[in-house]
């Protein structure tokens, strides 16, 4: 879809080619540098006053999200050594994003001294088990019996742990204060991207809105680390777009 947009956002400009795309910018950066003076003298128009005052809430959300980051980190940190490794009764080598141990945050956790990060059990597949479970058939030999009422024995007792051992993360998430800090970062982070998309869907008209719209999906781009590709890779296309546009309109007035 990004590229799509910038397609069709270059075949409704007049044909341009690289040089003269340079020649356009150029010709907009001059112009964007005498907007100060010619608005004095009314001659010349200002960047869009929406796109300008969006660009400046960009420093403010930004740090609203890396506060709710640092507050997790110190969450995680004051909290690390009363965080209850999974009894190794329901963990098994070798887990992966889906099943893999998790600290208080939520971060995959790497037990000192071993390769890989272990799996757990998740509980509801135990239930499952257990509710499922089916006697052996009426002539089963006693030891095929024995075996099925040893298996269900540890099925049952490792459901017990697994239940103890989720009540006993829950509430030390919820104690810590973690899934409050959890939420807020949610919401700085939405508030980030919403107001990001704003600044990218304004109309630009000169440099200094090109500017701004650069300096919002960088903004972006630090402030997640790049966990958000899809969302960049909209915005780049937009950005794109804003400046092909510019680009030819200096062109043409050259």
């Given at each position: 879809m990004p590229n799509t947009t910038v397609r069709a956002a270059a075949e409704g400009l007049p044909a341009i080619n690289r040089r003269r795309m340079l020649f356009g910018l150029a010709a907009a950066s001059t112009a964007a540098a005498a907007i100060t003076a010619a608005s004095a003298a009314g001659c010349a128009p200002v960047e869009n006053p929406e796109l300008v005052r969006l660009g400046n809430q960009l420093p403010e959300a930004a740090a609203e999200?890396?506060?709710?980051?640092?507050?997790?980190?110190?969450?995680?940190?004051?909290?690390k050594h009363r965080?209850?490794?999974?009894?190794?009764e329901i963990t098994m080598p070798r887990g992966n994003y889906i099943d893999g141990e998790r600290d208080i945050a939520g971060r995959l956790l790497k037990r000192p001294g071993e390769e890989h990060v272990r799996c757990i059990r998740d509980v509801r597949n135990l239930a499952a088990i257990v509710?499922?479970?089916?006697?052996?058939?009426?002539n089963a030999s006693d030891a095929t019996r024995a075996r099925h009422a040893n298996w269900l024995a540890r099925a049952k007792r490792e459901l017990k742990i697994g239940k103890l051992y989720k009540v006993q993360t829950t509430r030390l998430r919820k104690v810590s204060?973690?899934?409050?800090?959890?939420?807020?970062?949610?919401a700085a982070k939405k508030?980030?991207?919403?107001?990001?998309?704003?600044?990218m869907e304004q109309p630009g008209t000169t440099m200094e809105g090109m500017l701004i719209k650069a300096q919002a999906v960088t903004t972006f781009n630090k402030a997640m680390a790049r966990?958000?590709?899809?969302?960049?890779?909209?915005?780049?296309?937009?950005?794109?777009?804003?400046?092909?546009?510019?680009?030819?309109?200096g062109d043409a007035s050259a």
């Open positions: 999200y890396r506060a709710a980051l640092e507050e997790i980190e110190w969450i995680a940190a004051e909290w965080w209850p490794l999974a009894p190794d509710a499922t479970d089916r006697p052996p058939r009426h204060g973690m899934d409050l800090a959890k939420a807020r970062v949610a508030s980030l991207s919403d107001l990001v998309t704003a600044i966990k958000y590709p899809l969302d960049g890779e909209l915005w780049a296309a937009q950005l794109a777009a804003s400046v092909l546009q510019l680009a030819s309109e």
